[in-house]
């Protein structure tokens, strides 16, 4: 009798690992920039390769710093959610096109709208690489003084704007 | 329209899965045939609706509906209408649909077969199909709908992985799903047997064709998994023992020893809940290989999209589905109880050591798979097993399994004699060794150890194997009558044989140069000269490619000119190798393009692989052999007269 | 030989097979345990030398080169923390690319460079959870308000 229970143990002992093993999301790299000075760039412009625009201009200012690319299936889902987020006006998008082809990334914008304020070209990868970008999308909370508050890995849909995303942006605005 | 028609068809068809897996299932309990015959019309009417799902995924494929997402992310107005078909379950969401089809198509087939069975196990066996087929297309709808809408519609797609722009994994995925959820049958098969608490010779003569028919559509999509992997993936490797092959090689594993165990159950009688226990664990292991895949538990090189949610979902199912089964199985499996031994010798001896062996085999090849998670799940940091572990351990539980193959195959039910069958095979066996160490040598050189063991393994699997037909040939007054089913396990372990010699060969004589080189320049490998001749752009259907030609002569004879290219696909950009491969029986020689190294010099890498083709040789005719085991006439024949007797039976526990 | 005999002969055997296939088992078992380190731990000396092990991190640009016509490389792989620099000589994979998350297999020599004899790149650039799908829905059914 107890015999036939072996089986069905075997399995408890698999599922509870199964289990543990599932709370562990490999995708969630610690990105060890959280608290740390943003890294210094200064990218051209996509649309206007002669205008540069580097990080320091952002200082004394909240920004939201969203990686992506025209190739990107994840940017594409959560380009709503940036339109609406632009248009609440709370905080700026500045887009940092990642690997992509400028002409593509002007079409995208030009047909699905331009949620940033303005969209830097990351030629090299290595401002990318300086922020510690996995893939994309990525999306970084930069406060007043320049410093890394919050990442937020794969695409942003509303909830995580209103709950994650939207109170750290409103305490970091209202920080001297 | 047709993508919401295709989600309309979806949830019409998990509705009826619900009467399908409910309705029969009560109506067994209580005696109520009216719902017990349900079965039938639930089962078509299911089918056809997930058929006409699956054809409103397909049509949107072909039509470029890039408003749908899962189109629109792979599938590319410019990819070949091949691809664009097989783009359908190219990933996620589309393949756990294809999965959904294969349940409905072998719900459909055990239904239309089922004139054999007696109606309440039929429709038992038929309801526990219903319920699977619920949770998948639970599963699929709750999260991963590939009828997902993409507001606004793209302009193009994202194109299928350029990976899967190929003729042989186009049908790799239909051909492993085949046998993973044919194995869903035999489970089936089991739970109702102990839902009956009855499990007789007839019993396992219905459950033998069904297993043996997943069983081979298993082997050959595993061989077609390995035959890509090696002229496309690779880099001329032919098993990788990632996550992702294990997980199908284990249900496979499970899969050969329920096989061999439900043999002993028809004719003897005996095994009774070890073979129910196998039959549970084949399709659980083929549940479990989804899991490992799909919920990114474990980090593969086939980087399908894993996502935790799914993850959990799965889970919940496994626990549901094994986890019942298994319960089941602790309540019932007590009561079936062999009542016959068997000698120290006996066909019965020899396939329990198969069983074990086979087990072992699994249990190795789990430990591996599962041991990174194991680690941290405990917090023991991140570790990986290496490919030499599964290389290296594997061979200890399969070479006595070998051996004693040909040993199970001439031995008798009931009592034997060792030394009798040890009499009757010394010839193949001297001729093995002594082969097994000249052949190589001759051949190739020098042979370890290993590769000696090897050599001799195969050759003795072949003889054995192949003793009594050539036999019969020789010696016209030994008129034994074969059955087909003997002629199946014939060709089927003749097949393992072909497998070992290809395996070994290429494993003991296989020759691998990475080199730099410019045009014009060769280099001398073991007698073959490799020239770099020339390189020019060419172009596909969606993609450009750098085209090199190399020219091979053998003492100073030309052999062949191979045209590797590199190319890059339109849309996503990544660079892929389409290596040159000049393939015969006796070997492969292989080039394969690598990178500009600067100064007009490229990577590039040259290979001689002897044998390799019967590796996949090997499991074509283990696939034959199947299919010719389940045409023995006695699985219909003998079926149907039992079947009136049982079919009264039924009906009097019906009515009463 | 007693009929008692053989089958002690047996025992002893089959138990003698077995306890050379286990420690055979266990022996290949600890060789091809590979442990994953990091680049920040690599550099403070944590993976032990003369070992096998893995390094993963992303490749940083501008820094993967080889001598003109050889087949030798190096490059520098980095966690944003510290790098290390990894020699190879072999075939990239396809999907080998400046900035992209790779994973190299091999030992650490004296002076800190790690000789690679696998280099495999398998990081997906593409984030897709599911609760894309989920809030998509959402923005479509009411346009949201502050």
Known sequence: ?176 | MIPELGQFALIVALILSVVQGVVPLVGAQTGNRAWVRLAWPAVSGQAVFVFLSFACLVWSFLQNDFSVAYVANNSNSALPTLYRVSATWGAHEGSMLLWVVMLAFWGVAVAARSKHLPEMFAARVIAVLGLISFGFMLFTLMTSNPFDRLIPAAFDGRDLNPLLQDPALAIHPPMLYMGYVGFAVAFSFAIAAMLEGKMDAAWSRWARPWTTIAWVFLTLGIALGSWWAYYELGWGGWWFWDPVENASFMPWLAGTALIHSLAVTEKRGLFKSWTLLLAISAFSLSLLGTFLVRSGVLVSVHAFATDPERGRFILAFLVTVIGGALALYAWRAPLLKSDEGFGKVSKETFLLANNVLLIIALLVVLLGTLFPLFMDAMGGGKYSVGPQYFAAVFVIPTIPLVLLMGFGMHSIWRRDNFSRIARRLRVPMAAAIVLGVALPWMLYGRPSVMTAIGFTAGLWVIGTALFDPVGGLLDKSRKVRVTRGTWGMIVAHFGIGIFILGVTATESYSIHRDQALRIGESIEVSGYKVTFESLKPATGPNFTATEASFVITRNGEHVVSLNPQKRTYRVQRNPMTEAGIDGSLARDLYVALGEPLGGEAWSMRFQYKPLVRLIWLGCIFMGLGGLIAISDKRYRVVVKKENKASGREALAGGTS | ?146
């Open chain 3, 1 to 146: 030989m007693t009929a008692r005999q053989q089958r002690m002969l047996i025992v002893v055997l089959v138990l003698a097979g077995v306890g050379v296939a286990t420690t055979f088992g266990l022996r290949a078992f600890q060789e091809n345990l590979l442990y994953y380190y990091t680049p920040t731990q690599v550099q403070a000396g944590e993976p032990p030398l003369n070992r096998k092990f893995r390094v993963g991190g992303l490749v940083v640009p501008g820094t993967v080169g080889n001598e003109p016509g050889k087949l030798e490389k190096t490059f520098d792989l980095t966690d944003n923390g510290a790098m290390v620099t990894v020699h190879f000589a072999g075939i990239l994979p396809d999907l080998f690319r400046e900035g992209q998350g790779i994973i190299a297999h091999g030992k650490l020599n004296d002076e800190g460079v790690f000789y690679a004899e696998e280099v495999l790149a398998k990081h997906d650039e593409n984030y897709m959870p599911p609760e894309v799908a989920e809030s998509l829905k959402q923005i479509h059914g009411e346009e949201p308000s502050q």
């Open chain 1, 1 to 176: 009798m107890w015999r036939s229970l072996i089986p069905i143990a075997v399995f408890a002992v698999l599922v509870w690992f199964f289990n543990r093993g599932l709370g562990m999301d490999p995708r969630i790299i610690p990105s060890p920039l959280i608290g740390k000075p943003a890294p210094e760039f200064s990218l051209p412009v996509l649309g206007d390769r002669s205008r540069q625009v580097a990080m320091a201009d952002y200082r004394g200012q909240v920004v939201m710093v969203n990686v992506w690319g025209s190739w990107c299936s994840g940017c594409r889902a959560e380009h709503q959610t940036l339109l609406a987020i632009a248009a609440t006006g709370e905080v700026p998008i500045i887009g940092l096109n990642w690997k992509d082809e400028d002409r593509d990334a002007e079409k995208w914008l030009h047909d699905l709208g331009n949620p940033y304020q303005v969209n830097l070209v990351d030629v090299e990868g290595r401002t990318a690489i300086n922020f510690g970008v996995y893939g994309a999308p990525e999306t970084f909370l930069i406060d007043k003084q320049g410093n890394i508050i919050h990442k937020f890995t794969g695409p942003i849909y509303w909830q995580a704007w209103t709950e994650e995303l939207l109170p750290l942006v409103r305490q970091a605005k209202e920080a001297t």
